[in-house]
């Protein structure tokens, strides 16, 4: 069955209301109108959660976003949470549009995050687990094991593990430990059977040298067991001559944020210091064992200085995040969805042995890619690759704020600088948790002779741009990439994003201006039609915004469509809530935050917002705006959030072809009408998920591009 809609237009748009004059109507700064952005970041993962309890999916894939919610929920504490205890500690009382502070949000997690913990514990212990093993895959703990399988783990503990291990003691003249960031560990209590002194030690789980599940080849089944069962089993060995009166796993999360000073003279070695110094932050989050007797429990949160609320007790399995290992399981590839290959459009598709001529095609038109459907090697790297080659290629200029090891991005930038080309790699060293492998890849490009740059002072560069000046005739041309999310190869695959080739010399010359910007100390007065944040962009957006009301004022058609990952800027909501006041229909397609509330009857009753979360990541940004024949379509890196705004060096681009502009709309139409992997927020802040099963957006894309192939062949 074919999903694709041939005419964008056909896709019935939403009915709205007609906007009344309402005396009652809050105040557009009231809090009641705002929801707290970190309550509505735990509504998305709460989301995810929902895609693992869903059993219409393969169950590797419900595995897969057990582990998805987990290493969402380190961050968002490690980050979030963080953040919000230091503002406690410092004293401060922040308070955002939403009405709560620092200490009130902290609650607010607490009680939201517990209940989701309950789901997860139940969803993998009850559900997924047992219908994994009927299909011969085993996650056990060793009570759960036969005489045969236990055999066979003591013999893998003496061999491989037991050697690993190194138990630390807490008593007299023994503080207690340091606790590592995201390890996971047993605390055991014990009793000298001679003196009856009571102690405890510390184990830690060695699971990033030896596999989380080690696997058992016993029998007909493949039994994989956590590493903290096979440690726990054997604790007397570890022990000898010791009482071992109780045992229970433990983990911690710390503050992982940092601030590095711009005025640093080796910015380099001061985001190398900082990351040294992440290890040791404040203790956010201690995950306790649901068993843990009480007196233990109460120590280790004594040991730790922590408050009561930072505790979650966890009933089951801790750190599903490790469930990604089973998940790779290539022999269990019938419990996952069909492998998505993507394809290579009609541009940047290669005919016979011959390479496609991607400036030729450029050209000819403006071009653009939708990953995962549209490759990322076929085409951003395939560009890139072209130019490296070219030997009428002059310069070449790239802004890096997440890449992947696989990459062949960075790789061709250390080959164009070899072969003499003008090089400059804007590298964000401050992109967090990549910056160690951002730090390595400025060090090879440097080490090549390639110009690598770090940005403005104060600011994070998060536009993804890459510009190639070539020899053209008697002067130069420039062809451009811009992209909504990261070169990065690996998320290419996983992320939906958007790419535009171009070579308009107007939206060449801003990026041109842009890198300009970032290297030296040019300060455009303004640019001919890129956004850019952060002097420009926010202004442009409202601009587009009141044109659209003043245009439905004149009575002519008038709608805004936004897809974007985050929206919390308060300027931008007041904005969208005046236009919806004004009868102007708005539809949101959010994959994460949303601070907006919609269907307040005199504020926001024509703007729905609904969010798709399902196989691929929603990561593109489109703004559109639609007054009859008056269009502006906008893509890049930017949401609508103070920190892209303000914070970060962004770009919007503007789409003026028609044949792009059609395949934009398409995209906005299939994610509002999705209906299987969609949710939709309701005036009282809650998500409530949309059935029906008769649309399904990442399908109909997928499908799309298949058929697309086929012509092109």
């Known amino acids: 069955m074919s999903y694709v809609t041939e005419n964008p237009s056909e896709i019935e748009p939403p009915t709205f209301g007609v906007a009344q004059s309402d005396p009652v109507a809050p105040p557009l700064d009231s809090p009641e109108l705002y929801t707290n952005r970190e309550l509505t970041w735990v509504d998305f993962n709460d989301r995810v959660l929902q895609l693992a309890e869903d059993d219409r999916l393969p169950l590797l894939e419900r595995l897969k976003f057990l582990a998805i919610f987990a290493s969402n929920l380190d961050e968002f504490f490690m980050?979030?949470?963080?953040?919000?205890?230091?503002?406690?500690?410092?004293?401060?009382?922040?308070?955002?549009?939403?009405?709560?502070?620092?200490?009130?949000?902290?609650?607010?997690?607490?009680?939201?995050?517990?209940?989701?913990?309950?789901?997860?514990?139940?969803?993998?212990?009850?559900?997924?687990a047992p219908a994994l093993a009927e299909e011969g895959l085993r996650i056990a703990s060793c009570e759960d094991c036969s005489p045969a399988e236990l055999e066979a783990i003591d013999k893998r503990f003496n061999n491989q593990i037991f050697p690993?291990?190194?138990?630390?003691?807490?008593?007299?003249?023994?503080?207690?430990?340091?606790?590592?960031?995201?390890?996971?560990?047993?605390?055991?209590?014990?009793?000298?059977?001679?003196?009856?002194?009571?102690?405890?030690?510390?184990?830690?789980?060695?699971?990033?040298?030896?596999?989380?599940?080690?696997?058992?080849?016993?029998?007909?089944?493949?039994?994989?067991?956590?590493?903290?069962?096979?440690?726990?089993?054997?604790?007397?060995?570890?022990?000898?001559?010791?009482?071992?009166?109780?045992?229970?796993?433990?983990?911690?999360?710390?503050?992982?944020?940092?601030?590095?000073?711009?005025?640093?003279?080796?910015?380099?070695?001061?985001?190398?210091a900082e990351l040294r110094r992440r290890r040791f932050g404040e203790v956010v989050r201690l995950e306790v064992g649901a068993g843990m007797d009480p007196q233990?429990?109460?120590?280790?949160?004594e040991w730790l200085e922590l408050e009561e609320r930072q505790v979650y007790d966890i009933d089951g399995l801790l750190d599903m995040a490790d469930l990604w290992q089973i998940y790779g399981l290539d022999e269990f590839k019938r419990l996952r969805e069909k492998k998505w290959t993507p394809t290579a459009r009609p541009p940047f598709a290669a005919e016979r042995?011959?390479?496609?001529?991607?400036?030729?095609?450029?050209?000819?038109?403006?071009?653009?890619?939708?990953?995962?459907?549209?490759?990322?090697?076929?085409?951003?790297e395939r560009f890139l690759a072209q130019a490296v080659m070219d030997p009428d290629v002059l310069a070449i200029k790239m802004t890096v704020y997440r890449t992947s090891d696989d990459s062949g991005l960075v790789p061709a930038l250390i080959q164009a600088a070899e072969q003499g080309k003008q090089t400059v790699c804007m590298l964000e060293l401050?992109?967090?948790?990549?910056?160690?492998?951002?730090?390595?890849?400025?060090?090879?490009?440097?080490?090549?002779?390639?110009?690598?740059?770090?940005?403005?002072?104060?600011?994070?560069?998060?536009?993804?741009?890459?510009?190639?000046?070539?020899?053209?005739?008697?002067?130069?041309?420039?062809?451009?990439?811009?992209?909504?999310?990261?070169?990065?190869?690996?998320?290419?695959?996983?992320?939906?994003?958007f790419g535009f080739f171009t070579s308009d010399?107007?939206?060449?010359?801003?990026?041109?201006?842009?890198?300009?910007?970032?290297?030296?100390f040019a300060r455009p007065s303004q640019f001919q039609k890129l956004l850019v944040a952060p002097a420009y962009m926010r202004d442009g957006l409202l601009e587009q915004i009141e044109r659209t009301v003043e245009a439905h004022r004149q009575g002519g058609e008038a709608r805004i469509t936004i897809k974007c990952n985050s929206l919390v800027d308060q300027r931008s909501i007041t904005a969208l809530y005046e236009a919806s006041q004004a009868g102007v229909q708005v539809d949101i397609n959010v994959r994460g935050i949303c601070c907006l509330m919609p269907g307040v009857e005199g504020v926001s009753e024509n703007i729905r917002v609904r969010s798709v979360v399902g196989r691929f990541l929603e990561h593109s940004r489109i703004y559109a705006f639609?007054?009859?024949?008056?269009?502006?379509?906008?893509?890049?890196?930017?949401?609508?959030?103070?920190?892209?705004?303000?914070?970060?060096?962004?770009?919007?681009?503007?789409?003026?072809?028609?044949?792009?502009?059609?395949?934009?709309?398409?995209?906005?139409?299939?994610?509002?009408?999705?209906?299987?992997?969609?949710?939709?927020?309701?005036?009282?802040?809650?998500?409530?998920?949309?059935?029906?099963?008769?649309?399904?957006?990442?399908?109909?894309?997928?499908?799309?591009?298949?058929?697309?192939?086929?012509?092109?062949?």
Not at 193 to 213: D, H, I, T, W, Y
């Open 296 to 301: 233990l429990r109460a120590r280790l949160i």
């Open 505 to 520: 010399p107007d939206i060449t010359g801003d990026v041109a201006d842009m890198f300009n910007l970032l290297t030296g």
């Open 79 to 128: 980050i979030r949470v963080a953040g919000l205890h230091d503002q406690v500690d410092a004293g401060i009382d922040p308070r955002g549009p939403d009405g709560l502070s620092p200490s009130e949000t902290i609650d607010g997690i607490g009680a939201r995050v517990r209940p989701l913990y309950v789901r997860q514990a139940e969803q993998f212990g009850s559900r997924i």
């Open 430 to 497: 401050k992109a967090r948790f990549d910056e160690r492998r951002n730090i390595e890849w400025a060090r090879a490009l440097e080490e090549v002779g390639a110009h690598v740059v770090h940005g403005l002072p104060g600011l994070k560069t998060h536009c993804k741009a890459l510009l190639v000046v070539r020899r053209e005739g008697d002067g130069t041309r420039n062809y451009v990439h811009i992209g909504t999310g990261n070169y990065h190869a690996k998320t290419a695959r996983l992320y939906e994003d």
């Open 353 to 380: 042995d011959d390479q496609p001529d991607v400036f030729a095609a450029m050209r000819q038109g403006d071009l653009v890619v939708h990953h995962p459907y549209d490759s990322f090697a076929l085409s951003v």
């Open 626 to 713: 639609r007054r009859g024949g008056d269009e502006a379509y906008f893509i890049g890196s930017a949401d609508l959030m103070p920190r892209n705004l303000d914070d970060r060096v962004e770009l919007l681009v503007p789409i003026e072809s028609p044949a792009i502009r059609a395949e934009l709309a398409d995209t906005l139409e299939r994610c509002l009408a999705d209906d299987t992997f969609s949710w939709e927020l309701r005036s009282d802040g809650s998500w409530e998920r949309r059935s029906g099963e008769t649309r399904c957006a990442h399908e109909e894309l997928m499908e799309q591009a298949l058929d697309r192939m086929v012509v092109s062949d």
């Open 164 to 272: 690993a291990l190194t138990p630390l003691g807490v008593g007299h003249g023994r503080p207690f430990p340091y606790i590592s960031n995201l390890s996971l560990s047993l605390a055991v209590s014990l009793r000298d059977p001679e003196s009856g002194v009571e102690s405890f030690a510390r184990v830690k789980v060695p699971k990033e040298v030896l596999p989380r599940f080690m696997e058992i080849d016993v029998e007909e089944q493949r039994v994989f067991v956590p590493l903290e069962s096979v440690i726990a089993r054997n604790l007397d060995e570890l022990f000898p001559g010791m009482e071992i009166t109780g045992h229970e796993v433990f983990r911690v999360a710390r503050d992982a944020d940092f601030t590095v000073s711009d005025e640093a003279d080796d910015l380099v070695r001061a985001v190398e």
